[in-house]
């Protein structure tokens, strides 16, 4: 079965500095990946999905970045963040023809 | 696009009652449901989904859900509640266009011994 590893699990950064979110995937190849973002009662947001290495679709304006340099790995991105970035961030994949998403943990990050 | 409504920000129930989850999903084809459950600080786990073929569905934990494609509802229901259902719940629909899942706003879930 797959597994999704996301890290780090909390962050505390200052407002205007960078950030770098990692998830990989183990047990399957070529997924569909996803970031989500959990603000506090506000449900959950779809940020990005990727249907491959390179390919990135945004759903929401923000100065928020993704990348999938490999076929296993997702990262978010920022170069300065803000206060409203703050959040709990969820990577999930979904398999060829399961229609099933899977999370991750989560990373909290929080911006002072 | 899709939509989905949760009524309920919060419920409190007693532990041993029964509980319903009111969820409301706009969507113009044929829906795939889901309901996932989040306990604090974690990621979400998949209770149980409904894609075709029997409207009500078992899913985990002792959880069941009920599609009424006449109220483009999917409440999810528990027959006795456990301490150890507290959590939040989320409904979702997805786009079978690309595989995303968009969620309801989330219900909370307090369960009183």
């Known amino acids: 079965s797959q597994t999704i590893h996301q890290w780090p699990a909390t962050l505390v950064q200052p407002v205007g500095s960078p950030l770098s979110l990692e998830c990989t995937v183990e047990?399957?190849?070529?997924?569909?990946l996803y970031w989500y973002r959990q603000a506090a009662g506000r449900g959950l947001q779809l940020l990005f999905y990727s249907v491959g290495i390179g390919q990135i679709s945004s759903e929401v304006p923000q100065n928020l970045s993704a990348s999938r340099p490999q076929d296993r790995q997702f990262i978010l991105s920022s170069k300065k963040l803000l206060l409203s970035d703050s959040g709990f961030y969820l990577c999930?994949?979904?398999?060829?023809?399961?229609?099933?998403?899977?999370f991750g943990a989560g990373s909290r990050l929080t911006v002072l | 696009a899709q939509s989905v409504t949760q009524p309920d920000i919060h419920i409190t129930v007693s532990e041993g009652a029964s509980l319903e989850l009111r969820c409301n999903y706009s969507?113009?084809?044929?829906?795939?449901l889901f309901w996932y459950v989040q306990s604090p600080g974690q990621g979400l786990q998949l209770l149980l989904k409904?894609?075709?073929?029997?409207?009500l569905v078992q899913g985990i934990k002792g959880f069941e859900a009920e599609f009424k494609r006449s109220q483009s509802s999917f409440n999810l229901r528990k027959p006795s509640v456990h301490w150890s259902d507290a959590a939040e719940y989320f409904c979702?629909?997805?786009?079978?266009?690309?595989?995303?899942?968009?969620f309801g706003q989330g219900t909370i879930l307090t369960v009183h011994p």
């Open positions: 047990g399957t190849s070529n997924p569909n």
């Open positions: 969507y113009g084809a044929t829906p795939y």
């Open positions: 999930a994949l979904t398999v060829s023809g399961a229609n099933v998403l899977t």
């Open positions: 979702a629909v997805l786009d079978t266009s690309y595989g995303k899942l968009t």
């Open positions: 409904y894609f075709s073929g029997d409207t």
